[in-house]
């Protein structure tokens, strides 16, 4: 009789150790899966060049010179030339996400901007240096 009640005891014994053991895998697991996602998060971010600083734009209004629309084929780019008030020129990319509004504020497409536009270009400065618009609008 000793020996099944030693036998349940050690049953007993051993379940509760196995229960804290599983309690600890389970905690373990859930820091090492976590510091995994964080960590794969600030690496997916430091790629895409997002590092939390907020892009600094710029305004610019001016005169329109040129309206270039992409051609791929030759590697061309959208852009847009202008010149401001001190006659000096900028060159401004446009990509698909620049937002281009009328004098009326309706959107409009880059083809609808001509020379000698007035219009004010919201833009930020890429890390080469390249005037990316953000937004253009023609003034009226």
């Known amino acids: 009789m000793n020996l ?14 196995m ?5 600890k ?9 976590s510091l995994c996602g964080v960590t794969t998060q600030i690496f997916a971010q430091k790629a895409e060049g ?5 892009t600094e734009t710029k305004t610019f209004t001016g005169t329109v010179d040129s309206v270039s629309l992409a051609d791929p084929a030759k590697g061309a780019k959208s852009e847009i ?3 401001d008030e001190k006659n000096k ?5 446009i990509t698909s996400t620049t937002t281009m509004y009328g ?3 309706a959107p409009i497409t880059l083809e609808k901007i001509k020379k000698d ?8 400065t890429t890390k080469e240096g390249v005037y990316k618009a953000i937004s253009v609008r023609i003034s009226p």
Not at 4 to 17: C, H, N, P
């Open 19 to 23: 229960k804290n053991m599983c309690k």
């Open 103 to 105: 004098a009326k504020s």
């Open 50 to 54: 997002k590092t939390g600083k907020k």
């Open 89 to 93: 020129k900028f060159s401004f990319l």
């Open 25 to 33: 895998i389970t905690v373990i697991f859930l820091v090492v899966f």
């Open 117 to 124: 536009d007035k219009v004010k270009v919201r833009y930020a």
């Open 81 to 83: 030339i202008a010149t």
């Open 4 to 17: 099944i009640i030693d036998f349940v005891s050690y049953i007993q014994e051993m379940t509760k150790k």
